[in-house]
């Protein structure tokens, strides 16, 4: 099993970034997707969640209207677009993977939000 987070880097105040989680080693299409942030000192906070089809999707208060969250089951990946980045939104961007009791997690990748 395996995920791999890529797409992470430094962007200034109000900008994007596009992160991308590949999958591989299990079967993507039956577990539903999450995005998980760490900042410095903070506990890991779930960001996005998209449903195994996904057909249901969820975001945290903080990012709503920002952050989106889609998946392409043909590709075995799931993505994060994030818009108007603020500072408070730097932090190491985890994907997770869900089903009943199994939690696969990617080694994570770092958004830095700074001018």
């Known amino acids: 099993v395996q995920l791999v987070e890529s797409g992470g880097g430094l962007v200034q105040p109000g900008g994007s970034l596009r992160l991308s989680c590949a999958a591989s080693?299990?079967?993507?299409?039956?577990?539903?997707m999450r995005w998980y942030r760490q900042a410095p000192g903070k506990e890991r906070d779930v960001v996005a969640y998209?449903?195994?089809?996904?057909?249901?999707?969820f975001y945290a208060d903080s990012v709503k209207g920002r952050f989106a969250i889609d998946r392409d089951n043909a590709k075995n990946t799931v993505i994060l677009q994030m818009n108007s980045l603020k500072p408070e939104d730097t932090a190491v961007y985890y994907c997770?993977?869900?089903?009943?009791?199994?939690?696969?997690w990617g080694q994570g990748t770092q958004v830095t939000v700074s001018s």
């Open positions: 997770c993977a869900v089903s009943g009791n199994l939690n696969y």
């Open positions: 998209i449903s195994s089809a996904g057909g249901s999707t």
């Open positions: 080693g299990f079967t993507f299409s039956s577990y539903a």
